[in-house]
């Protein structure tokens, strides 16, 4: 899990979330959760902090690779995990400074593993963190199936009041 950008990135404050946002998630149920969190200071109870054996990117992604879900705000950590094919939910602001992530999309046409979860609303984490509270609870029940993201269709794209119009395909 991974919850907060180097605090020297400017944008930081946009991609970061909250650690009390976090909560929530480890009281899902009886999951092992491990911090690959590195570079802040704050620290979560019922989280094993991995950051003293991450050395470099190497280090970091043999953990990746032995964990069934990586939880991560958009950092290298996030794009590591996608690379590894490690499924990943990763929670996005309405409107990212990254244009990778795209708009309207719940999927990530570079990443098969990753789920998008993107605020509804500018700044307000609170309806992600209970979106993914929800299907981390039903990962926990035993439905991986929440692990891979929804196929996009585009239709998603079209209601997106920030997108541009795209045409109607013909069949």
């Known amino acids: 899990m991974v919850w907060g950008c180097h605090t020297l990135s400017h944008t930081a404050p946009k991609r970061s979330l909250n650690i ?10 009886p999951l092992h959760y491990v911090s690959i969190q590195k570079d802040r200071p704050e620290k979560v109870e019922g ?21 069934d879900l990586v939880i991560c705000v958009d950092t290298a950590v996030a794009h590591l995990t996608g690379a590894l094919g490690v499924p990943l939910f990763l ?60 196929r996009w269709i585009g239709e998603n794209l079209r209601q997106n009041p920030h997108a541009l119009p795209l045409p109607i395909a013909r069949s």
């Open 91 to 150: 929670p996005l602001p309405l409107i990212t400074d990254d244009g990778r992530w795209l708009l309207g999309r719940e999927d990530s046409p570079w990443y098969a593993s990753a789920r998008l979860f993107r605020q509804g609303t500018s700044g307000d984490w609170a309806d992600v963190m209970e979106k993914m509270r929800a299907e981390v609870g039903k990962f926990i029940s035993g439905d991986k199936s929440v692990l891979s993201p929804p």
């Open 47 to 67: 989280i094993f902090d991995a950051e003293p054996y991450l050395n470099d990117l190497v280090d970091t992604a043999a953990l990746i690779s032995e964990l």
């Open 20 to 29: 009390d946002l976090i909560k929530p998630l480890i009281a899902c149920g």
